[in-house]
């Protein structure tokens, strides 16, 4: 089925460690972002991409690195995990003909991280 | 002050009562407005588009009021599996696609 597709689903990471979450979607979708969601604080955008090779900082970008070398795929990077990092993260795709169409975003399905 | 603000809840409600949820936002150059649904541990999915004529989708209806930054969601006979949260959404005038979600509100529909 089309989509966007994240990996890993769930991960534990000790304090300090790093790691890659990888976002993919196969609607040809020019933008991308990275969303975290912490409970009563709704989903707050960490860092976005408006096409290939091109990213830009959302609302909480600190800790967080970000890549998009091909079109279908977006990376996010946390090179030294905090505990303040737990959270659940979710990738989302769209398309200037989407949002005029009205359909908003496709989201992935997200990563549950707990940083210990 | 958030750019868009809604009341938590939770929503309790019996089945086939009719609910509403409001939304504020504080851009006036927001241009785009959503609802969302998301279930507990899922992903959020569009629900419905908020148009400034109001739109209606069987049992589910949207507002929009410009003038007062306001946007409203009506579910008549509720069901048991509207039971979710429900994220008001905008969008800023921009060429980036970026939408700001409310922290939603959770209803919770019982037998």
């Known amino acids: 089925n089309a989509g966007v597709t994240q990996t890993p689903k769930f991960r534990v990471l000790k304090t300090g460690q790093s790691m890659t979450l990888l976002c993919a979607q196969d609607?040809?979708?020019?933008?991308m972002y990275w969303y975290r969601q912490d409970p009563g604080m709704g989903l707050r955008l960490i860092h976005y991409?408006?096409?290939?090779?091109?990213?830009a900082k959302g609302e909480v970008p600190d800790g967080y690195n970000v890549s998009r070398l091909k079109k279908q795929n977006f990376l996010l990077g946390l090179e030294s995990a905090a505990p303040s990092q737990t959270s659940v993260y979710f990738c989302?795709?769209?398309?200037?003909?989407?949002?005029?169409?009205?359909?908003?975003?496709?989201f992935g399905s997200g990563t549950r991280l707990t940083v210990v | 002050r958030k750019e868009v603000e809604q009341d938590p809840g939770p929503f309790n409600v019996p089945e086939g009562a009719t609910v509403a949820f409001n939304c504020t936002y504080s851009?006036?150059?927001?241009?785009?407005f959503f609802w969302y649904r998301q279930d507990c541990r899922k992903e959020p999915k569009l629900l419905m588009s908020?148009?400034?004529s109001g739109n209606e989708d069987g049992r589910f209806t949207a507002q929009l009021n410009r003038a007062s930054q306001y946007i409203s969601l009506l579910i008549r006979d509720s069901k048991l599996s509207d039971s979710a949260t429900y994220l008001c959404?905008?969008?800023?005038?921009?060429?980036?696609?970026?939408?700001?979600f409310g922290q939603g509100t959770t209803l919770q529909v019982k037998p």
């Open positions: 989302a795709s769209s398309s200037p003909r989407t949002r005029q169409a009205g359909y908003g975003y496709t």
């Open positions: 851009n006036s150059a927001s241009q785009s």
């Open positions: 959404v905008v969008n800023i005038r921009s060429n980036t696609g970026k939408l700001i």
């Open positions: 609607m040809n979708h020019e933008y």
């Open positions: 908020v148009y400034s």
């Open positions: 991409s408006v096409g290939e090779g091109t990213t």
